[in-house]
């Protein structure tokens, strides 16, 4: 039996390239849930990279302008549209949206959620839904370092970096974490060694630490700098990289730097050094939604697990009111906070 209730959402609308400040606050009228969909109340929705890059029209694929942003959410079933168990009802969730989240309620197909343990605060949940498993599926799925391995951490305070820092330590692999010199203590309490990505001999310095090269790069800047993530591996290494983050102020197309990474990795991997070179996208596989979904779901159990059991703190940087949602933005973009930006219902 489904239970069906019409609700005024409160949306955020990116309208076209513009600043933090340009965000615009809509509200609408939802229809009730139709077949196999859920209408979802937001707890905690995130401010990730994507949205950084997505307010400059730079993102990979992003739809055209305008749009809710909103890549990930975790809220409670608020009612249940025909054929989903209305048991959801009153439980709460988590999903990755890619674009929507920015909402105060969202309609989403029942099938796109992963369940969140009773009890766990929104924002803490929300905090590892795509870093977690993002860090998760890199370290384990893609470079599978072993115990007893090293790894370089670029960008070691931020929202995916904070979490891999503690899942590389978690598994008994020594982490060396690049950040600003202000978070350096941060990231040492994460348990990683911090090396300053603003000295201009940064790359020496991960060397005189790790003389004999590493097990593995996790590199979300792109740009130039890749070479130098590539030259750091030992034999038998692998360079993950997740992202063009070092392109995301240049005009001109969004696709571009990626193509241009795609190529660069893909020659490396021709080379016969043994070591290897991955794109990682959280969307790979997804063609097979049945898999990718039990994957997801798999992947973001154990992380919530880990976060549980107190051996994975989520970095929340602040928890800002949904309405507030560009100075939320503004807050990510300013290269200040250590973890993740959240939103938040109104007070």
């Known amino acids: 039996m489904s239970t069906s209730v019409a609700i ?12 933090p400040s340009g965000l615009e606050v809509r509200t609408r009228d939802l229809p009730a849930p139709d077949t196999g969909q859920v209408l979802l109340r937001m707890d905690a ?18 739809p055209p302008f305008p749009f809710v942003p909103g890549y990930d959410v975790v809220g409670t079933v608020i009612s249940t549209g025909p054929g989903v168990d209305a048991g959801m009802t009153g439980h709460r969730f988590a999903a990755v949206t890619k674009v929507g989240a920015w909402a105060s309620h969202l309609l989403i ?24 498993i993002t860090a998760w599926q890199m370290l384990h799925r893609t470079a599978k370092v072993r115990s007893g391995g090293t790894v370089v951490v670029l960008g070691a305070n931020g929202g995916v970096g ?32 911090p090396v300053d990505y603003r000295d201009p001999d940064m790359y020496d310095q991960i060397r005189k ?68 070179a991955h794109f990682y996208s959280f969307w790979a596989g997804r063609r097979c939604r049945t898999e990718f979904r039990r994957r997801l779901t798999e992947d973001l159990t154990e992380v919530l697990r880990l976060v549980a059991d107190g051996v994975l703190t989520p970095q929340i940087a602040a928890e800002i009111p949904l309405s507030d949602a560009a100075s939320a933005l503004a807050l990510a973009e300013s290269r200040t906070v250590i973890g993740k930006v959240v939103l938040v219902p109104e007070a």
């Not at 005024?8 to 600043?19: D, H, N």
């Open 8 to 19: 005024r959402a409160t949306e955020i609308v990116l309208p076209g390239k513009v600043e």
């Open 45 to 62: 929705t995130g401010v990730s990279f994507a949205e950084q890059q997505m307010r400059r029209g730079k993102y990979y694929d992003q």
């Open 109 to 132: 197909d029942a099938a796109e959620l992963m369940p969140v343990p009773d009890g766990m605060d929104a924002a803490t949940a929300e905090t590892v839904v795509v870093n977690g």
């Open 162 to 193: 904070s979490i891999l820092v503690q899942l590389a330590r978690h598994a008994g692999i020594t982490v060396i974490g690049t950040a600003s010199a202000r978070h350096h203590t941060s990231v040492r309490e994460l348990g990683a060694t």
């Open 209 to 276: 630490i790790a003389p004999d090269g590493v097990d593995a790069v996790f590199d979300h800047v792109g740009g130039p700098g890749v070479v130098e993530s590539w030259r750091l591996l030992r034999r038998g290494g692998t360079l993950v990289s997740y992202g063009t983050a070092a392109t995301k102020n240049e005009e001109g197309s969004s696709q571009l730097p990626v193509l241009k990474l795609f190529g660069q990795l893909s020659a490396w991997n021709s080379l016969p050094n043994g070591k290897s």
